[in-house]
């Protein structure tokens, strides 16, 4: 079983941006779908953007469409996430997950089998 940590969370200012990290231990996401989803207080949990397995295609929200964008880094078992003009609504704990052959789905929180423990985003006006 992988397991998944996030960095890269902190307090940006509207406009600006950040960039969160997902490192895998244990195994590489050779055989993973992995995910990105996001919660704010008194929300449930959101989807954001994904790698699909096993042809990687990615896929976004439309919320976040065009301004953030999901990378993967397959010798260093890392997946990134660029977020761009970033506003006050993206605030909220980001939250790496992994989908062990996961082949649909991929929006959904209950297809995931294993979650990091998240990072805070938080986005002044």
């Known amino acids: 079983q992988v397991q998944l940590v996030e960095s890269g969370g902190g307090l940006v200012q509207a406009g600006g941006s950040l960039r969160l990290s997902c490192a895998a231990f244990g195994r590489t996401f050779s055989d993973y779908a992995v995910g990105w989803f996001r919660q704010a207080p008194g929300k449930g949990r959101e989807f954001i953007s994904a790698f699909a397995w096993p042809d990687r295609v990615t896929h976004y929200a439309d919320s976040v469409k065009g301004r953030f964008t999901i990378s993967m880094d397959n010798a260093k078992a890392t997946v990134s996430l660029q977020m761009n003009r970033l506003n006050p609504a993206d605030t909220a704990v980001y939250y790496c997950?992994?989908?062990?052959?996961?082949?649909?789905?991929?929006?959904?929180?209950?297809?995931?089998?294993?979650w990091g423990r998240g990072t805070q985003v938080t986005v002044s006006s």
């Open positions: 997950a992994g989908g062990f052959k996961l082949i649909d789905n991929y929006d959904i929180v209950q297809a995931y089998t294993t």
